[in-house]
């Protein structure tokens, strides 16, 4: 499932597609939308952006298209006058002068003004946002030292969007490995150092697989030998730590695969 930066990275695509646009013709797979037509087509889009993993496209009189891709929701940003070659159902289009925005297989797509924005029950349960430049190291510090976060192991709290929003399993293994920490951790247990070191790693981890197209490698690690993708432990079971060159484990926790060096993690 895509997460925090590739729903970030696909926001900045269509961004540079629609924002500023007028939208000619809008089309969905969903009635609630298509009654409400008017408030789109012929509508300059004032922005697009992300909030965790959804996608939301800004028209004026804070009318918002909300999508949320899901398992398998796709987009594809295409010249406008060209068609697509997919076996993918279509599910949402914005079409401008110059591009076609579209919207493939299921998702979850909503209309919303100010107040359902607001309100919107995913919205307002995000915690902090890692790719938010605004989000420091020390609200994330805040945050791991809070009563309702602290109890909990690094594993569970690290998919829990309400604790930080836009991470998903990739980079809660990837945030745990740079922090030296096995996921049975518990922010209570751990002191201050340790705490400021993991606040540091959960957002630059994320942050750097924003700007290297999905990769969380630092550039020294790329250039090593065994960095032969674009993780240092993620789905690398069995292959040699990039670090220390002990074998990489994985387990299950939560029901999802959870992967660290035995070695460089305590
Ligand atoms: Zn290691």
């Not at 100010?114 to 995000?126: D, P």
């Not at 594993?155 to 399993?169: P, T």
């Not at 074998?247 to 070695?263: A, E, H």
């Amino acid at each position: 499932m895509p997460e925090g930066p590739e729903v970030r990275r696909e926001a900045d695509i269509i961004s540079s597609a629609l924002t500023g646009k007028v939208i000619k013709k809008i089309w969905a797979e969903y009635p609630e939308l298509n009654k409400n037509i008017a408030l789109f087509q012929g509508k300059r889009v004032k922005n697009v952006f992300s909030m965790g993993k959804a996608l939301l496209i800004e028209f004026p009189g804070s009318k918002y298209i909300y999508s949320h891709n899901q398992l398998y929701g796709k987009w594809f940003v295409i010249p406008a006058g060209e068609s697509l070659q997919t076996n993918r159902q279509l599910r949402l289009s914005l079409v401008t002068s110059d591009h076609q925005a579209l919207l493939y297989s299921a998702s979850i797509i909503e209309l919303l003004d100010r107040e359902q924005f607001k309100n919107h029950t995913y919205l307002t349960n995000l915690g902090l946002n890692v790719l938010d430049s605004e989000v420091s190291e020390k609200a994330v510090f805040k945050r791991l030292k809070e009563s309702r976060f602290s109890r909990r192991q690094l594993s569970s709290l690290y998919l829990d969007q309400k604790f930080l929003a836009g991470i998903g399993n990739y980079l809660r293994s990837e945030i745990l490995f740079f922090a030296g920490l096995r996921g049975d951790k518990i922010p209570k247990n751990l002191d201050d150092k340790t705490i400021r070191n993991l606040a540091k790693h959960s957002l630059t981890v994320a942050r750097r697989s924003y700007k290297s197209n999905g990769s969380t490698l630092t550039a020294s690690l790329r250039k090593s030998r065994k960095a032969k993708s674009r993780f240092s432990v993620f789905a690398r079971a069995g292959k040699e730590c990039l670090l220390c060159s002990t074998k990489i484990k994985k387990i299950y926790v939560n029901s999802r695969r959870l992967y660290f060096c035995p070695t460089c993690q305590k």
